[in-house]
């Protein structure tokens, strides 16, 4: 059933960029495990071996604060519609901010959304699939733009301050060391 390779082939980019949704995991090595799903077209495969992920501004920024930490991530991707299938990338990342060198070319890579709040960047050491039958069928129907229009409402300046009241101490009460202005 599950089967492990070293590097996203083209078949698993086909499946990656097929899907709507995406769920992302990330822990320290102290203090709760988080899992988030993602959506937006916010997902790129850059290479056999690398993603990145833009992150926009929610009610927390768990993924940040775990990375200070431990670099680890796992990523899942599964099928809702036509053959099932789960496939899941493996690896170590880090958050790029709009201060970094890096920033300009992995921003060029995705649409502009508001409120943007960093990319991750992943190296992926393992991919690894397995069947997914008992996941269930859905339609897609369409995306979201609740949050969007909450942060274009907001302003810059507003997501800021947000960034600083809601964004800056992750759920374990740890700090999150991104820049806020």
Not at 55 to 74: C, D, F, I, K
Not at 124 to 141: K, Q, R
Request: net charge neutral.
């Amino acid at each position: 059933m599950g089967k492990k390779y070293d590097a996203i082939s083209d078949k698993h980019r086909a499946f990656i960029e097929s899907q709507k949704i995406f769920f992302v995991a990330t822990a320290a090595p102290e203090g709760r495990v988080n899992l988030s799903p993602k959506g937006m077209d916010t997902f790129r495969v850059i290479d056999s071996n690398r993603i990145a992920w833009l992150s926009v501004t929610g009610s927390a920024n768990e993924t940040a604060a775990h990375l200070q930490e431990s670099p680890r991530m796992t990523i899942m991707f599964t099928a809702f519609e036509g053959d099932p299938k789960i496939l899941r990338l493996y690896g170590e990342a880090k958050a790029i901010y709009e201060k970094d060198p890096q920033w300009k070319e992995l921003i060029s890579l995705f649409p502009q959304l508001p409120g943007v709040r960093q990319i991750f960047d992943m190296r992926v050491d393992l991919v690894h699939t397995s069947c997914g039958m008992s996941v269930p069928l859905y339609d897609y129907v369409g995306e979201r733009d609740d949050l969007n229009r909450w942060a274009i409402k907001k302003g810059e300046d507003g997501i800021r301050s947000y960034w600083r009241e809601k964004n800056s101490i992750s759920i374990d009460g740890k700090p999150i060391d991104m820049p806020l202005e």
